[in-house]
């Protein structure tokens, strides 16, 4: 399954960006996770989809900001960033992995990334 996320962009302390994740297979069945890594440090899990739709943000620091959202007609999984801040500078990846649970699940338990969507916010 080939991902490949879209959407990123330069964009000012409190706006907003969806980013999108699309695949060369079905994402339908999957839990679908969205990480992002900054220079230096490891990726980390920041919210994730459930195949049924429902959402779980993985990190305190986006929840009320941040949600998933999948269109599987579109066989797209889409994150949704709102009021970002300057933390929120990365690389944005999509992924498909275990079961989207509220756990933040290790990057090595996934075997398959894309090439990032880069988002840059700045003042």
């Known amino acids: 399954l080939d991902l490949v996320e879209s959407g990123g962009g330069l964009v000012h302390p409190g706006e907003s960006l969806t980013l999108s994740c699309g695949a060369s297979?079905?994402?339908?069945?999957?839990?679908i996770f969205w990480f992002r890594q900054v220079p230096g440090e490891q990726r980390e899990g920041v919210s994730c989809?459930?195949?049924?739709?429902?959402?779980?943000n993985l990190l305190d620091s986006v929840k009320g900001r941040f949600s998933v959202s999948r269109d599987n007609a579109k066989n797209r999984v889409y994150l949704e960033m709102n009021n970002l801040k300057l933390e929120d500078t990365g690389v944005y990846f999509c992924?498909?992995?275990?079961?989207?649970?509220?756990?933040?699940?290790?990057?090595?338990?996934?075997?398959?990334w894309g090439q990032g969507t880069h988002v840059n916010v700045s003042s």
């Open positions: 989809v459930k195949a049924s739709g429902d959402s779980i």
């Open positions: 297979g079905f994402l339908s069945p999957w839990d």
């Open positions: 992924a498909v992995g275990p079961p989207c649970t509220g756990e933040r699940p290790s990057p090595a338990r996934f075997g398959q």
